[in-house]
């Protein structure tokens, strides 16, 4: 597989693996045996890292004239994008991936044009690195900063998303990264013309081609030798299904930014204004089905129910969307709603379809009880004109992101004004949320003295 513009940087042989003790020496002149996955993988990394240290010191007008020339490079490659990409989709259909998973794995002229925006967006973002995040003068004359610094090399294994391919790049090209990708099989095609297409764009621009690499053309053994290579990879970011983001989590040396499943949750309150409540949880639920931060259960204070689930039902099947309710929510079920009874997995699901869970609640506290028991810690939201409610909504639910009176499709890193995003990050420790910029760097303390010793 072609990943990037093999003439436009210098070779970097893969090392061979030495002759085991005893073993009988190759003939002079034979072929070198073909590196495996682990130590191709690793020299991918050690490529990546010196990339990353050309790019540390780049000034910002640099980063942002390339950023520029990513997305005019993709808009001018847009048919043979597409192209790729159709394949991808025709495997995807004669496989029987689900209708919200294409729907993540396609492209069309308008999202390349969405996502090269995307890279203009960011190069017109402040940059993070050196920015000073505190600092002070010391009573003995020190004097000290806080700055933000690259973390280095970013992994990325992620699934059927080819724009988190030119997202990853973008965020980690302005944040002073390099980034090595696995993308995945359903997207594999798509990924290796994306990745040579911005990896041309790169050496025409004066940068190492190596920031930017794809691990694909290893499967699953690239993924596991990514996952091994500490030392040589700074972090590690999963973004798919729970599967994939587990068995990173857990098989994974090098350390590890958690993006989180979305089981996502509305609540409606008792005081909730229905017109505007229903606009918010169709907009939450069916503005576009297959992402994290697409509602997958909905909660109904029972002062609130018989005013507000009737329409709801009847406006969520209208948009096709099943709903797996309670009792109570059922016996308030028009005739004609598509309803069936939810068991205990419908609470626990990140659906990823047109089916949403739902459950009328008797105070407050159970609704706050059942996001507690069955949340991801992604987002919730509630609906409320009662202001002490939604003071103990956000105070109480223990997610990425909290929203009031506003749709849980806005956890998104473009939406909150960071530029694109690397993912959403549930985990608690560096980064919480939406991934952009900043999330990207770390920082290093320089102190200044004047021949200064400790006593």
């Not at 090595?180 to 013309?193: I, K, P, Q, Y």
């Not at 009662?386 to 909504?393: M, T, V, Y």
């Not at 608690?428 to 920082?443: D, N, Q, Y």
């Amino acid at each position: 597989m072609t990943t990037l513009d093999e003439t436009a940087r210098p070779a970097a042989a893969v090392a061979a693996p030495s002759t085991p003790a005893g073993a009988v020496p190759a003939p002079a002149g034979a072929p070198s045996p073909a590196p495996g996955p682990e130590d191709a993988v690793r020299e991918v990394a050690r490529r990546a890292k010196v990339a990353a240290r050309a790019l540390a010191t780049a000034p910002r007008a640099r980063k942002d004239a390339a950023l520029h020339a990513l997305a005019d490079a993709l808009v001018a490659a847009t048919d043979e994008v597409l192209a790729a990409n159709a394949e991808d989709l025709g495997r995807g259909r004669a496989a029987g991936t689900s209708p919200a998973l294409l729907d993540r794995l396609a492209l069309t002229p308008e999202r390349v044009v969405g996502i090269a925006d995307a890279l203009r967006e960011l190069a017109a973002l402040p940059d993070p690195v050196g920015e000073v995040v505190r600092g002070q003068t010391l009573p003995n004359g020190l004097r000290l900063r806080q700055l933000r610094v690259p973390l280095g090399v970013v992994g990325m294994i992620y699934e059927a998303r080819p724009n988190v391919t030119v997202d990853a790049v973008g965020l980690a090209l302005k944040s002073g990264n390099a980034v090595v990708l696995r993308g995945g099989s359903a997207a594999a095609r798509s990924n290796e013309v994306v990745v040579a297409v911005l990896g041309r764009a790169l050496v025409a621009q004066g940068l190492p081609a190596d920031l930017v690499q794809s691990i694909d053309a290893w499967g699953r053994e690239g993924a596991v030798a990514l996952m091994r290579a500490r030392g040589l990879v700074d972090v590690l970011v999963p973004r798919g299904g729970a599967d994939l983001i587990r068995t990173v989590v857990e098989q994974s040396t090098v350390p590890v930014i958690e993006t989180g499943v979305g089981n996502v949750h509305v609540y409606v309150d008792a005081s909730a204004d229905p017109g505007p409540a229903l606009e918010v949880l169709l907009n939450a639920k069916t503005q576009r089905l297959g992402t994290c931060n697409t509602a997958e259960t909905l909660l109904v204070h029972a002062e609130a129910a018989e005013g507000f689930l009737p329409g709801a039902l009847t406006a969520l099947t209208a948009a096709g969307v099943t709903v797996h309710g309670d009792a109570r929510t059922l016996a308030l079920a028009p005739e004609g709603t598509r309803a069936v009874p939810a068991t205990d997995l419908d609470w626990a699901t990140e659906y990823l379809s047109a089916d949403l869970a739902v459950r009328v609640v008797d105070t407050l506290d159970d609704a706050l009880e059942h996001i507690r028991r069955w949340s991801s810690g992604h987002t919730e939201a509630i609906l409320t004109r009662d202001l002490a409610a939604s003071e103990r909504f956000v105070a109480e639910v223990d997610s990425a992101a909290v929203m009031v009176n506003a749709s849980t499709r806005f956890t998104d890193g473009g939406q909150l004004g960071l530029g694109a995003e690397i993912g959403i990050s549930t985990q608690k420790l560096h980064a919480r949320g939406p991934m952009g910029l900043a999330e990207l760097t770390t920082t290093k303390w320089v102190v200044h003295g004047d021949g200064h010793v400790r006593p």
